[in-house]
């Protein structure tokens, strides 16, 4: 029989568990697995966890390379080269150590004409790379370096002039290999400078320096002194809103797409761009992160107010609706939206979009127990604090009576039923006036005890 037609068996364990085909660069996780290294690489950047284990790899895990797996591969494929298997070359080791080691020595000794260069910050990006050399780079104070450069960059010289070049390259740089946490505690009280530069990048048209901007500040704050928190420049939350509003835009192709943006603003850059998926990565960490410096700035009065008066309840809205299925993302924004009702112009706001109180209450039950808690205290604050009318025609146009009838009838936390009674208790004569409530179900629920509605549940689900 003809070599061609016979069946090659190929070993199990030559195959990548993720692309199934005989790996080229097998390397081995910390999960014990193995897997070919462009593989994994691409399945880290969207799902931080082993494939086969489930075991949590954040994306600079450890990757061993697995020379003796290699080795055996390369002979099988040498032995069975007459029958049309391909011979697979020795890859080249990814930059490593010595590598990092030699760019942070330049750093230190050049200093900011080293970064000024567009060959080091390409060089420190393709290290960046590989997890083990941003931990290094980290300890070798490189994002101290890199900031600094960020504020130079951004600061006005004698002429008023700014110096753009390497700018996006090294937000992008940052965004990679992050602040510590130690560090990030004092960075912002010991230079004003760095607010001013983000404040001021925030406002630039490049959407994705904004997104990495984005998750830049809320690196530094997340660990700094509350009383920088509290007293954000009201700046920095036009340029977050602004942000998110882009955002909106982009999902609703009302403006240009993220690709499109991302591509105009590269046109420096002589390698190839990141994938699409990369992209909608960084927006989507951006989204989070900007929510979550809403969601603690927002504790302040102060800070409620601003908010309020810059648009951002209608934003948040728009947000929700546009990246509906996001489960963090709808938990954060419920819990901004959450405490801009307590200020009367933020309830109004809710009240006054066109759908606040239905995206709401659509949110309610069917995202997570914490949404749960959020968009029940939405409806609950809006209900007891604004006008009457106003509130009772809405939520029946909506649907959001038939929703709280739901959430008395369901097994569910005790707190929340008893927020959805209140507010069913507190319009109750109102709601008597519209022909589509059921209002012996309405009575019925209303006059239940919560063990009994919940006995009722069961014997329904047959529990």
């Known amino acids: ?8 068996e190929i070993p199990n364990y030559f195959m990548c568990p993720i692309s199934l085909e005989i790996m080229k660069d097998p390397v081995t996780t910390v999960s014990g697995i193995t897997y070919d290294r462009p593989s994994i690489v691409k399945w880290l ?19 061993t390379p697995n020379h003796m797996l290699r080795r055996l591969i390369q002979h099988w494929c040498v032995e069975n080269e007459t029958r049309g298997v391909v011979r697979i070359s020795t890859p080249r080791a990814p930059p490593g150590k010595l590598n990092v080691v030699e760019e942070i020595k330049n750093l230190k000794k050049f200093g900011q004409e080293a970064l000024g260069r567009e060959e080091t910050l390409q060089k420190l990006e393709v290290l960046a790379m590989e997890g083990n050399n941003r931990r290094l780079m980290c300890e070798g104070g490189v994002h101290k370096s890199l ?6 960059c951004t600061s006005e010289d004698e002429e008023g002039r700014r110096r753009i070049k390497g700018l996006d390259e090294s937000l992008r740089l940052l965004h990679l290999i992050g602040v510590p946490s130690n560090d990030a505690k004092t960075i ?23 997104a990495y901007t984005i998750v830049l500040l809320r690196n530094l704050t997340e660990y700094t002194s ?136 659509q949110r309610l039950l069917r995202v997570s127990p ?20 106003m509130v009772v025609e809405e939520m029946v146009n909506v649907g959001t009576v038939e929703k709280l009838c739901s959430v008395l009838g369901m097994d569910c936390g005790l707190n929340l039923k008893e927020k959805a009674k209140d507010i069913l208790k507190d319009h109750f004569d109102e709601w008597k006036k519209f022909p589509c409530i059921d209002i012996t179900l309405l009575t019925k629920l209303l006059s239940s005890s919560p063990k009994d509605l919940l006995t009722e549940f069961n014997s329904r689900v047959g529990v």
Not at 1 to 8: A, K, L, N, P, V
């Open 226 to 361: 509350s009383h920088i928190v509290e007293r954000l420049d009201p700046e920095i939350f036009k340029g977050i809103i602004g942000f998110l509003k882009d955002v909106v835009n982009s999902l609703n192709r009302t403006s240009p797409t993220v690709r499109d943006t991302v591509q105009s603003s590269r046109p420096s850059l002589g390698k190839k761009e990141p994938s699409k998926l990369d992209h909608s990565l960084v927006i989507k960490q951006a989204v989070t992160a900007a929510l979550m410096i809403l969601l603690e700035t927002s504790s302040w009065s102060r800070n409620r107010s601003i908010l309020v008066d810059l648009g951002a309840v209608s934003e948040l809205i728009e947000l929700e609706m546009s990246y509906s299925g996001e489960k963090r993302i709808t938990e954060l924004m419920l819990g901004v939206l959450s405490r801009l009702c307590c200020c009367a112009n933020g309830r109004a706001e809710i009240l006054s979009h066109r759908g606040g109180i239905a995206v709401v209450t």
């Open 188 to 210: 912002l009280i010991e230079n004003d400078r760095v607010m001013e530069s983000l404040t001021w990048l925030l406002h630039q048209e490049d959407l994705f320096n904004k």
């Open 370 to 389: 914490a949404a749960d808690d959020r968009a029940i205290s939405i409806l609950s604050t809006v209900s007891k604090f604004s006008p009457e009318n």
């Open 45 to 63: 950047k969207k799902v931080p966890s082993c494939p086969v284990t489930k075991q949590p790899l954040p994306l600079d895990s450890d990757l």
């Open 1 to 8: 029989m003809d070599h061609e037609e016979e069946e090659i």
């Open 147 to 152: 900031i600094l450069f960020v504020v130079k």
